[in-house]
């Protein structure tokens, strides 16, 4: 009778914990509700939606058509030529003509229109259009180098969110099983103290064991929801953290790898690719076409213009005797040349002259910032480089560690079943396995992290 009626107790606590396991744990998977259709995303489509959603890369794409505006409205300065047309119309009271005092009959009005055209260019200004027009152009290639950088920068960010929340959801999963072995401890330890082959502080100590995961498979659990909600909000989804599936492995992220060069030629490619150095060069660049632009004031200016016209005149002469008039139009046209010289701004002092000046101490303050950048971005592209080398290293060390442990955790399982071992001794393989697994875990993400910022600032 005893014996049944611990065989009923067992079972009953038995249906409790596990209805508990199940309710607090939330398995990813036993989350998703039957009914709910879900969208399953891998890396492409999540990298094709980022291209998409991204905002600053829509900002990145008008600043280069906006540059390329700004490029084609200097190269018409620089060529085009300017054409303008003009027309008049005059109604005046019409008067008798008359010749030598002797009245003709003939009426003849000042009534006149006319109409011209004029066609202008200004032909040199000191290489003014010119150097704007490479400034522009200048320009131009920066504004391009920025959306392409800005790219690659979508690129990164969306392969490095998306891996994180795979690190979140495995991090998650270790946990959970971690609180399913303490589960399943508990359940024995109480059996063999119901049995009597255990002490009763043996499974209060399970127990107290088996708690503790709960709050930390929660706190992962929710963590791994946000993570993954905020990385489709970035992505351009408004759907809810349940209703998309990311597909794809962890273990992807180790399929990347440096390129075999040489420790300095592989610094070089990074610092020639810098998106930093490399528009700052383009603004010292520009800053010294806008240097010869304000000291364009050395040189005259040359201009031309041609018009053509014609204006309505009366003309009266005399045919048998009669004085007759007869309207035409009467054509003309003109060819000048103008050269200008702006005496004032040859003065040290004139504002033409400080404007000049002032773009070249510029030039000089942006020479110093520029050496100072390059060398922050040296020490930080060699420290990149190491660490994207030591972090390969570090992969390699922490899966034979994650392999040992799993392999010293069954061998304690079997032992602990066989009796040979104690709790205390299981747990501390448990706690090795956890702390292995994890570490494995940020090591896959820490290589892929910085081999990804390697490869990107390559080009590749």
């Known amino acids: 009778m005893k014996f049944y009626v611990t065989l009923v107790l067992i079972l009953i606590l038995s249906i409790s914990l596990y209805s508990q396991d199940t309710n607090l744990t939330d398995n990813i998977a036993s989350n998703e509700a039957p009914e709910v259709k879900k969208i399953s995303i891998t890396l492409e489509d999540a990298l094709m939606m980022a291209f998409d959603a991204s905002k600053t890369l829509k900002q990145a794409e008008y600043d280069v058509r906006i540059a390329q505006v700004q490029k084609d409205a200097s190269f018409s300065d620089l060529f085009m030529p300017s054409l303008s047309i003009s027309g008049g119309l005059n109604l005046a009271e019409s008067k008798e003509y008359s010749v030598n005092d002797i009245n003709t009959g003939v009426y003849s009005s000042p009534d006149t229109w006319s109409a011209s055209a004029t066609l202008s260019k200004t032909l040199f200004t000191g290489f003014r259009n010119w150097n704007t027009d490479r400034a522009r152009d200048v320009n131009l290639k920066m504004k391009k180098d920025t959306y392409y950088d800005e790219r690659l920068n979508v ?12 690190v979140a959801q495995e991090n998650y999963r270790v946990y959970l099983q971690q609180q399913m072995n303490y589960s399943n401890r508990m359940r ?40 993954k909600l905020t990385f489709i909000r970035q992505i351009g989804l408004t759907n809810i953290a349940d209703e998309v599936d990311l597909v794809g492995n962890i273990l992807d992220a180790t399929n990347i790898a440096l390129p075999n060069m040489d420790y300095d030629d592989l610094l ?8 930093e150095l490399k528009n700052m060069a383009s ?11 304000a000291r364009s004031y050395l040189w005259p200016t040359l201009s031309a213009n041609a018009n053509v016209g014609i ?63 390059r060398d922050t971005i040296e020490i930080n592209s060699r420290d990149l480089i190491s660490t994207a080398r030591s972090q390969a290293v570090n992969l390699q060390s922490q899966a034979e560690n994650a392999r040992t442990a799993a392999y010293a955790l069954q061998m304690a399982q079997r032992q602990y079943r066989g009796g040979t071992i104690s709790t205390l001794e299981l747990n501390d393989a448990e706690i090795t396995y956890l702390n292995a697994q994890l570490a494995y875990l940020q090591a896959i993400y820490d290589y892929f992290s910085s081999t990804l910022q390697i490869l990107k600032l390559l080009g590749a």
């Not at 603004?283 to 632009?293: F, I």
């Not at 000048?336 to 504002?351: T, V």
């Open 283 to 293: 603004n010292l660049e520009m800053l010294e076409y806008n240097r010869k632009v």
């Open 155 to 166: 690129d990164l960010n969306t392969k490095l969110n998306f891996y994180n929340t795979f």
């Open 311 to 373: 204006t309505t005149v009366d003309k009266i002469k005399m045919e048998n005797g009669t004085f007759k008039k007869n309207r035409q139009g009467e054509f003309n046209w003109g060819v000048g040349f103008s050269l200008n010289y702006s005496l004032d701004s040859l003065l040290p002092f004139s504002s033409t002259a400080k404007g000049a000046e002032e773009i070249e101490l510029s030039i000089k303050q942006m020479e110093v910032s520029y050496d100072e950048l």
């Open 268 to 275: 070089t490619v990074i610092m020639n690719n810098n998106i």
């Open 188 to 227: 024995e330890s109480y059996i063999k103290y119901r049995n009597g082959q255990v002490s009763e502080y043996e499974y209060l100590n399970a127990k107290v064991q088996y708690e503790t995961t709960k709050p930390q498979v929660i706190t992962l659990s929710n963590q791994y929801q946000s993570l």
